[in-house]
């Protein structure tokens, strides 16, 4: 026992080497200052937080929301064209010297009618310079192929003669054929009878600012395009949520004024664009004309908002 309390005292009577003393002093120098930075960045933060919310003005916000859903890139769909553009013209849904007549600058949709001479291995997208392009071709592939939807649903409660009558029949004048000799007449894209539910499935979730109707009713030519976005999304075997997704893009560039309404009406609930649900998004409550009006109204008086609705021209 004294023999262990001799050695300790010779221990810490012992001089403690230099290097031994810096390396501790420089060691706790260093847990110090990187407390200190960690706690700084945290304030740093809180502070830029607040800064931001109190030096953007609403119209500035307003902005921010247009950008995040009309991104000036546009959105770029997982589904490749294929030889569908051809198919199409070949179905005679589409009569390409009238779409040449349309469609002649770049800046509205003149670089797509590429997608019509035969196999393409670009992506569908949607932008501000194409989306009437889109809402065309999406709308003489939801008219031509032969679908439950409109074979079995509202369109034809009144019978075939009645189904003519609408927007999205009696409105479709850029084919080689005429709209109910195309309607429902082939079937540019092989659907199993499971597949043609899930289409149906899917479009009955799906609605549109101009009406109070779901895709499953497709009356105008953004319901029409809608549905012939959703057969060529189950055919390529596309998730619900991916097309979902798809659609709420869509939906954005066909009516972006209720879109980026909707962007600032969730912004109020807390809620970033990037993280709402699209199918709610799309749903009745929201996308459809009484969903949207009712949005406009929440947001009404927000500077930056301009007042216009959207509609069904093509």
Not at 67 to 80: D, F, H, N, W
Not at 224 to 244: D, F, K, P, R, T
Request: proline content about 3%; charged content about 20%; some cysteine.
């Amino acid at each position: 026992m004294g023999k262990k309390k001799s050695k300790l005292t010779k221990f810490l009577t012992k001089s403690t080497p230099l290097w031994m003393v810096v390396l501790i002093t420089l060691n706790s120098s260093m847990a110090f200052a990187l407390g200190e930075y960690y706690l700084m960045k945290k304030e740093f933060n809180k502070n830029l937080s607040k800064l931001a919310q109190t030096t953007k003005s609403p119209e500035e916000l307003v902005n921010i929301l247009k950008q995040e859903v009309l991104s000036a890139k546009g959105y770029i769909t997982p589904l490749k064209w294929k030889s569908l553009g051809k198919q199409l013209v070949e179905a005679g849904a589409i009569d390409k010297q009238k779409y040449e007549a349309i469609f002649t600058s770049e800046g509205n949709g003149k670089e797509e009618m590429k997608h019509l001479e035969g196999e393409s291995d670009d992506y569908m997208a949607i932008n501000e310079s194409n989306s009437r392009f889109m809402v065309n071709t999406l709308w003489a592939l939801g008219l031509v192929q032969k679908s439950k939807v409109l074979d079995e649903g509202p369109m034809m409660q009144r019978g075939r003669a009645e189904a003519g009558n609408f927007a999205s029949t009696g409105g479709w004048t850029l084919g080689s054929k005429g709209a109910m000799e195309l309607y429902s007449s082939q079937e540019i894209i092989l659907l199993t009878a499971q597949q043609q539910d899930l289409v149906k499935k899917i479009a009955e979730g799906v609605f549109r600012s101009c009406c109070g109707n779901s895709t499953a009713f497709p009356d105008c030519n953004h319901g029409m395009a809608a549905l012939g976005y959703i057969e060529w999304a189950v055919y390529n075997g596309l998730s619900e949520g991916q097309i979902y997704k798809d659609l709420l893009a869509f939906n954005s560039f066909w009516f972006p004024q209720n879109y980026v309404e909707m962007a600032v009406y969730f912004a109020k609930q807390g809620t970033k664009w990037k993280e709402v649900d699209p199918k709610l998004a799309l749903s009745v409550d929201y996308a459809s004309a009484q969903g949207a009006q009712r949005i406009k109204q929440a947001v009404q008086g927000v500077p930056g908002i301009q007042s216009q609705g959207g509609g069904c021209g093509a």
